[in-house]
């Protein structure tokens, strides 16, 4: 199993709306991320997490708040966000943090 | 500071053609060297993962180089196909940067019957 699983596929919230993008990997990896994507851009590092604690945070603002319940889910909590926050966000895995990540297939997530 | 450049920023190729997509990097200490495919709208998928030691890795049509000492690397498709229309992500790592992927911005090939 070579998945990075991500739910939702879509999601459509308001401005005052609290949600939860999820993010589950079963091949034992002990590193995993949230990226942000902007259409026709490269992802953007969010969240690095290494053996289930926060080692990177690229000076996100507090709207967005990682999890790392196990080592095998991720997830992203969003409140209050701005349609500015409209974009891709894809979890991605890997062994270890310097080999190869597997991403997952993404959320698409629209602030209205 | 840590950079990778992809070139061209777009192409268009015929079906059944064969074409070749650049990668130069400045980042150091060098790790190793990703090609990634991303079609619109969903994750990019791993296509080879290269490190300092190794010149070119294969993966069915794709063939990727890299050349430590110039810091470059290409990916070559060969009889391209509807479906290889994507965008091609070089991405590099750095030896010790806990995690830290630096991308480059895509080529975005489109394949035309």
């Known amino acids: 199993d070579t998945e990075v699983t991500q739910t939702p596929k879509h999601l459509v919230m308001g401005m005052t709306n609290k949600k939860s993008l999820k993010c589950e990997q079963h091949?034992?990896?002990?590193?995993m991320y949230w990226y942000k994507q902007k259409a026709k851009k490269p992802p953007e590092l969010m969240f690095v997490?290494?053996?289930?604690?926060?080692?990177i945070n690229e000076s996100v603002p507090s709207r967005f708040s990682p999890e790392c319940p196990n080592s095998s889910l991720l997830n992203l909590h969003l409140h209050a966000l701005q349609p500015e926050d409209s974009a891709l966000y894809l979890c991605a895995s890997s062994q270890n943090s310097g080999t190869e990540a597997f991403f997952g297939q993404g959320t698409r997530l629209t602030v209205v | 500071k840590n950079q990778v450049e992809q070139s061209p920023q777009s192409l268009i190729i015929l079906e059944g053609k064969n074409c070749t997509l650049q990668c130069n990097y400045t980042v150091s200490p060098f790790s190793n060297l990703r090609w990634y495919k991303q079609d619109t709208g969903r994750g990019p998928v791993s296509l080879t993962i290269?490190?300092?030691?190794?010149n070119t890795k294969s993966n069915g049509r794709y063939t990727a180089t890299l050349d430590a000492d110039t810091k470059q690397s290409s990916l070559h498709i060969t009889a391209s196909q509807l479906s290889d229309s994507a965008s091609y992500i070089c991405v590099v790592s750095a030896t010790g940067n806990t995690g830290k992927l630096i991308f480059g911005q895509g080529t975005t090939l489109q394949v035309k019957p």
């Open positions: 091949m034992g990896h002990r590193a």
């Open positions: 290269m490190t300092f030691s190794e």
């Open positions: 997490y290494s053996y289930e604690k926060l080692s």
